[in-house]
């Protein structure tokens, strides 16, 4: 069995010495925590700024934001503490030298675990329609749009790209914990393989960097229950050997952070169905323009639809 074959679908990627048992206790956690074959939508949404309208429209790209570069970045540690809570929990109750010297390893691990190294980076889609809190989350004091695809085009040519997992939020805490203790049953179970801390602390030089690759995904599809009326999918994607020049960079308040802009386009146009302008002050003149720049870019009958939100309640 080569390593490809237990990770089908994910962004993940072993390295080349691991052994066969690792890949089968793989293949067993993944199936109990990631739904490798979520729902696939015949439409969604991407909602987005200006800037990012006119330049999806515009170049036939859609950019990935960098984990550590999203709208609320902190969402990224929030399973990084139901991790951290858990290990520490199941720390203070132990008195075995042994297994407590493993779960001080995997705290150590999951210490140095920062969103701004990671190398993931996230695409955001959304089956709710007309959504006032991802207006006010994408437009702050500006007006924001909403793009619908044509779910099954796209996700036919996303599936194209090596190292790239289409991923259903999570949005229910009980299931939270229960990811966050397989996880952590599944990392300790490796460890205690080992049988000394000395093979321990050379597993975890040499593998760690792949289990903290999979903590990116667990990551990505986690989020707290407060934005579930977002109802999200993710396209969760690594940056790949000679892609560099994809990188682009933007300045954000507190940042500057990285995006990777990735073309699923056929002759420059995506599988667009709608685009929809937010609640603002002068939807009207957004429309009209909007209007202009699809069937300027080839698109045919793409309608340009106003929000039914009063701009007020923005």
Same mark, same amino acid.
């Given at each position: 069995m080569?390593?490809?074959?237990?990770?089908?679908?994910?962004?993940?990627?072993?390295?080349?010495?691991?052994?066969?048992a690792?890949?089968?206790?793989?293949?067993? +956690?993944?199936?109990?925590?990631?739904?490798?074959?979520?729902?696939r939508?015949?439409? +969604? *949404?991407? &909602?987005?700024?200006?800037?990012?309208?006119?330049?999806?429209?515009?170049?036939?790209?859609i950019f990935?934001s960098?984990? =550590?570069?999203?709208?609320?970045?902190?969402e990224?540690? &929030? !399973?990084?503490?139901?991790?951290?809570?858990?290990?520490?929990?199941?720390?203070?109750a132990?008195?075995?030298? !042994?297994?407590?010297a493993? &779960?001080?390893?995997? $705290?150590?691990?999951?210490?140095?675990?920062?969103?701004?190294? =990671?190398?993931?980076?996230v695409?955001? !889609?959304?089956?709710?329609?007309?959504?006032?809190?991802? *207006?006010?989350?994408?437009?702050?004091?500006?007006?924001?749009? /909403?793009?619908? !695809?044509?779910?099954?085009?796209?996700?036919?040519?996303?599936? #194209?790209?090596?190292?790239?997992? *289409? $991923?259903r939020?999570?949005?229910?805490? /009980?299931?939270?914990?229960?990811?966050?203790?397989? =996880?952590?049953?599944?990392?300790?179970?490796?460890?205690?393989?080992?049988?000394?801390?000395?093979?321990?602390?050379?597993?975890?030089?040499?593998?760690?960097? +792949?289990?903290?690759?999979?903590?990116?995904?667990?990551? /990505?599809v986690?989020?707290?229950? #407060?934005f579930?009326?977002?109802k999200?999918?993710?396209?969760?994607?690594?940056l $790949?050997?000679?892609?560099?020049?994809?990188?682009?960079?933007?300045?954000?308040?507190?940042?500057?952070?990285?995006?990777?802009?990735?073309?699923? =386009?056929?002759?420059?146009?995506?599988?667009? #169905?709608?685009?929809?302008v937010?609640? /603002?002050?002068?939807?009207?003149?957004?429309?009209i323009?909007?209007g202009?720049?699809?069937?300027?870019?080839?698109?045919?009958?793409?309608p340009?639809?106003?929000s039914?939100?009063? &701009?007020?309640?923005?």
């Open positions: 080569e390593p490809e074959e237990a990770i089908e679908g994910l962004a993940l990627q072993f390295p080349q010495e691991v052994d066969q690792s890949i089968k206790r793989l293949q067993a +956690f993944l199936h109990k925590v990631v739904d490798k074959t979520p729902p939508p015949e439409t +969604f *949404w991407h &909602y987005t700024s200006g800037v990012g309208l006119l330049g999806i429209i515009g170049t036939g790209t990935a960098h984990v =550590s570069g999203l709208n609320d970045s902190m990224y540690l &929030y !399973f990084a503490k139901l991790l951290h809570d858990e290990a520490n929990t199941r720390l203070r132990l008195d075995v030298d !042994f297994d407590r493993i &779960y001080q390893s995997v $705290l150590g691990t999951l210490a140095k675990r920062e969103a701004v190294s =990671s190398g993931a980076f695409t955001c !889609f959304s089956t709710a329609k007309d959504d006032l809190g991802q *207006w006010r989350g994408y437009g702050g004091d500006n007006c924001a749009f /909403a793009i619908e !695809f044509d779910g099954r085009e796209l996700l036919e040519r996303i599936s #194209k790209r090596h190292q790239t997992t *289409w $991923l939020v999570i949005y229910d805490s /009980a299931r939270h914990a229960q990811i966050a203790a397989e =996880s952590l049953d599944y990392h300790v179970d490796n460890l205690k393989l080992l049988e000394s801390q000395e093979r321990i602390d050379a597993w975890i030089k040499d593998f760690g960097p +792949f289990h903290q690759s999979l903590y990116d995904t667990l990551h /990505a986690i989020k707290h229950p #407060k579930e009326a977002e999200e999918y993710r396209l969760f994607t690594k $790949l050997v000679g892609e560099d020049a994809r990188l682009k960079f933007a300045a954000r308040r507190s940042m500057i952070t990285r995006r990777l802009e990735l073309d699923w =386009s056929l002759d420059g146009k995506l599988p667009i #169905k709608s685009v929809m937010g609640p /603002a002050q002068s939807q009207e003149a957004s429309r323009a909007i202009d720049l699809l069937k300027q870019k080839g698109y045919v009958d793409v340009v639809d106003l039914d939100i009063p &701009y007020r309640m923005v």
